[in-house]
């Protein structure tokens, strides 16, 4: 037997297996049914699998690059040439990680799965989490860079096994069992 159906058309299943596959690793444990949890930690475990495998395969490189002068309210410093005002940038070093062939070929395998993740930016106000909706309060999540950083240095000495299933009982409705799905 190859995988579950899960009653939906292939291209249906397959999205719907990537999302919960991105927010698994995303938030660390979601909500779901059993039979999408057992196809979900397939999926998963292969991505933590290679993300171990080229945790460490990079090169750091020196390379000049142009920020911009900030004054001290961080605002960007302007001078005006040729009566237009035109930021004014600073040469500095910055050290980048660059991915060697195999680990380049790891990170594109898993674009293909994971889906872009945008986090808002939360703010505590009065005891109260505050999520803002304006897009500059908004910031693109890199998950391939997520799992390489933060996740595989996490299971190094694990031979497999990096999810956990925990049946929570029938769900109300239809009576499908619910379990949480996390990563141990």
Excluded: C, W
Excluded at 98 to 124: E, F, G, I
Excluded at 142 to 163: L, Q, S, W
């Amino acid at each position: 037997m190859g995988y579950r159906k899960l009653g939906r058309t292939s291209d249906q299943r397959k999205a719907m297996l990537r999302g919960l596959a991105t927010q698994l690793l995303y938030h660390g444990k979601i909500v779901t049914t059993e039979t999408r949890a057992k196809e979900v930690r397939k999926i998963a475990e292969k991505l933590i699998a290679m993300a171990i495998r080229e945790k460490d395969n990079f090169d750091e490189v020196v390379v000049k690059a142009k920020v911009p002068r900030k004054d001290e309210n961080g605002k960007r410093v302007k001078e005006v040439v040729d009566g237009k005002r035109k930021t004014v940038y600073d040469e500095v070093d910055k050290t980048i990680k660059k991915d060697r062939p195999s680990r380049l070929h790891a990170r594109r395998q898993m674009l293909k799965v994971l889906y872009p993740v945008t986090s808002s930016m939360t703010k505590r106000q009065d005891d109260v989490m505050v999520t803002s909706n304006k897009r500059k309060d908004k910031k693109k999540i890199d998950m391939a860079a997520k799992m390489f950083d933060e996740i595989a240095p996490k299971y190094v000495g694990r031979n497999g096994g990096y999810t956990r299933i925990v049946k929570i009982g029938p769900r109300r409705g239809d009576g499908a069992m619910q379990v949480i799905i996390e990563l141990v």
